[in-house]
């Protein structure tokens, strides 16, 4: 049977790669589950007459966004509490929450209803870090979403796992039932240098060479976190985890709040990629990441939203925005993190550091079909001088029409194809019934 | 004849005035143009069966949003120059645009074109500062949009006036064209006080008190700014307002990024509003206004967007979010700018400023009915603990459905009602093609 042929008429691409490209009234050829072609509008429709055409007249097709950082099932604490210390935050309502909510059914549940934000704001693509990656992969697998889902470890007993030892035997057979997936991968995802022991950190770094899958961590997220393993261990974190084998290219050190000069040229020089959660870390209160510093450096940089607690939205364009304005404010230049690379950063950095960029992470031929259709024609974003530029300062979820991931529709004209917004609002305002009921008293 | 009666059922009311107030499953009564009540919603069916009812069933009612500082008719220059350094995005950019293109036309269409974003998004207020200020007027007055339009004066010639007398001269014109105007108010604008010279910011002072208007002004904007003013005049640019008479409860001081702790002492005892812009202010990596601190110190914190050049939309709700999000992290305290004081900045405190918090910026019995419908019913707003929070946090425009303006409906399911948007759009691409054309190169 021939491969089903779909063919993306948009006003413009901007592929990413080559970096600063927009192509003016091209079309994206996808044949099955790839991308075949970028042609000149009028010669991709001599040249697939059968195919199935698309026409985007005033739209800018993007790669599908990668959100480098989140805790999905986390939606449905989304709002839980807002405006309260991080320690507050974590103590009185977080971990409280989860320990009496979380189960296999909160996670599928959250899940699902992330994957219907994700996809309607233009992810394509999440890595996930939380408990039962088991339902966060099977949910994603069922919404059309690609997923890294995080092999945990965290220095407590949960739901999920009692010991370091069950949480890594639990994650590696979550790795093994989703390894031929074509949409579903795994990466060791140790909660923190300070949750996690140091044996089992080396372990970890063991078994991800053993296993070939990134690990991705929170490291430097706060100033306190610093201060607290200096004290203890007479190292900074980043130090740590040096002296553990664990700062090459396979580490995904997320937040990253608090880095001297030398840091930033230890993370370039070792490959390490950043992943970079502005308004979690602004919510929190948490510092400022030097984006600029390091992106002169040369490290890779990627973009994450954090989880819906903590943010509180799972918005990437919100976030390549606020990556944009909040690098230039904290260099005190105007210049830092300009749109290109702010898009780059939200796309094929995201796919480096997941070690995905031969997959996905732009529009090439060979690449998986994730693509995003943003509509610049309505009103708020007119005039357009320049499509990248308005796609990064001005361009809001709500302009994106239509998201492919692997050659799937899955949003058409601005509703999902693979999920049911009903229902999953719905099943929100359960959760949100039973959580407020018993957990809090208001 | 009686006056049309309407009545909003929302599923939650956030009047802002008592703070921090959710009412649940209630009312506004709208007669004419005020609100007459907020009731029960079963208690309203009763009062009024004859009245035009209106279900807003998973909304929540806000006062309108207050744009408390913007150039409107910027809009035509959305997206002219990003991520070049403020000297070169003058310089070589926005002054050279507006020599050539800014006329009687371009502040009409620029100005319906920012009428329609903000309306969409929620802002039924704006506080402008550009040339031409009685085409913005009357261009307001047409889309049914609130506006203080501002009486401008800077040390340059242009198509608007050549000297400071003309400037004066034109916009107490202005004032007096539109004093009678329901929708309409005036305030003086001089630029800033680097770009006016100091008596005419005497004579402004006296003449605010005549007319009885409010002063808006580029107050600290930069470090540079400061720097000059010291080198120049030996003080610092407020210090140069106060001996001149400025600094008191007319002022509008905006921007305010550079301040020491005296200062923020001296516009809280002053009475003078501080218009903070965050976006602006980030994206020209202008500084950190300290909003935390002049919180505490009883500052009244108004916010804008500015014009389209330099944020690059004119969304309120975004801003609001920024605002949170940005004060924590400049703070360093999670509880900074929480979610209903933040909302109180966007409408009572701008209203406050204008010297309109009498008619405007709550939802109470006596005051104009301008208020904004936010569904919070999508699937990426779920769940909803609190709605404050939520529409903050997670809030963005395209949740705004319905705007009323002194009681008429100006956004209906989300189309407006007073503008035209297919046609401002082909304005806008005309506008478009004669700047590219004529303006740059590419």
């Known amino acids: 049977m021939p491969e089903n042929v779909q063919v993306l008429h948009a006003r413009w691409i901007i592929p990413v790669e080559p970096a600063g490209a927009v192509l003016d009234d091209h079309a ?5 589950t790839r991308i075949t072609a970028l042609l000149p509008g009028a010669k991709a429709r001599h040249e697939h007459p059968d195919a199935d055409h698309v026409e985007l007249p005033q739209h800018a097709l ?3 966004l990668v959100n480098a950082h989140t805790h999905a099932a986390m939606s449905l604490f989304r709002g839980l509490a807002d405006d309260v210390p991080l320690e507050r935050w974590l103590e009185d309502h977080v971990w409280p929450a989860e320990r009496r909510f979380v189960d296999r059914e909160f996670v599928r549940e959250g899940t ?3 994957a219907a934000e994700f ?3 233009g992810t394509t693509c999440f890595n996930d870090m939380y408990f039962f990656p088991d339902e966060a992969a099977a949910a994603a697998a069922a919404a059309g979403i690609r997923a890294v889902v995080g092999m945990l470890v965290i220095g407590f007993p949960s739901a999920w796992a009692a010991t370091p030892q069950e949480y890594l035997a639990n994650g590696q057979r979550v790795h093994d039932a989703f390894r031929d997936h074509p949409l579903i991968r795994t990466a060791f995802a140790p909660h923190s240098a300070y949750a ?13 060479e053993e296993l070939d899958v990134p690990i991705q961590m929170h490291v430097h997220e706060t100033a306190a976190e610093v201060a607290e393993s200096l004290a203890r261990h007479g190292l900074r974190p980043l130090a740590r985890l040096q002296r553990l084998g664990l700062v090459n290219e396979r580490l995904l050190a997320v937040h990253m709040t608090q880095l001297d000069d030398g ?6 020089r070792a490959g390490v990629s950043v992943v970079h959660c502005p308004e979690s870390n602004m919510k929190l209160a948490a510092g400022f990441c030097p984006v600029a510093k390091l992106a002169t450096a040369g490290a890779n940089i990627a973009l994450g939203t954090d989880g819906a607690a903590s943010n509180n939205d799972l918005d990437m364009l919100a976030e390549l925005r606020t990556t944009a304005l909040l690098a230039k404010a904290v260099a005190g230049d105007p210049c830092a993190a300009p749109a290109a690379d702010v898009l780059r950063m939200a796309t094929l950095n995201g796919a480096k550091a997941l070690r995905l960029e031969h997959e996905i992470g732009s529009l090439e031929p060979g690449k998986q079909a994730d693509v995003v ?7 708020r974003s007119q005039p357009v001088y320049t499509p990248l530029a308005q796609l990064v300062y001005t361009g809001h979820r709500d302009q994106i029409t239509d998201v492919w991931v692997a050659g799937r529709r899955v949003v058409e004209n601005r509703r ?6 009903a229902e999953l609002v719905k099943s929100a305002q359960r959760w949100r019934a039973r959580i407020q009921g018993g957990g809090r008293s208001d």
């Open 196 to 208: 996690v022991e140091e044996s089992t950190l080396t372990r970890i770094a063991m078994l991800a």
């Open 28 to 32: 994206v050829v996808i044949a099955g």
């Open 416 to 421: 999902l194809t693979s999920l049911d917004e």
């Open 112 to 114: 699902r209803l992330a």
């Open 62 to 64: 993007i790669p599908g």
């Open 373 to 379: 259709a943003v509509d610049l024609g309505d009103v």
């Open 119 to 121: 996809l309607r704001g």
């Open 263 to 268: 840091e930033i040229e230890l993370v370039a």
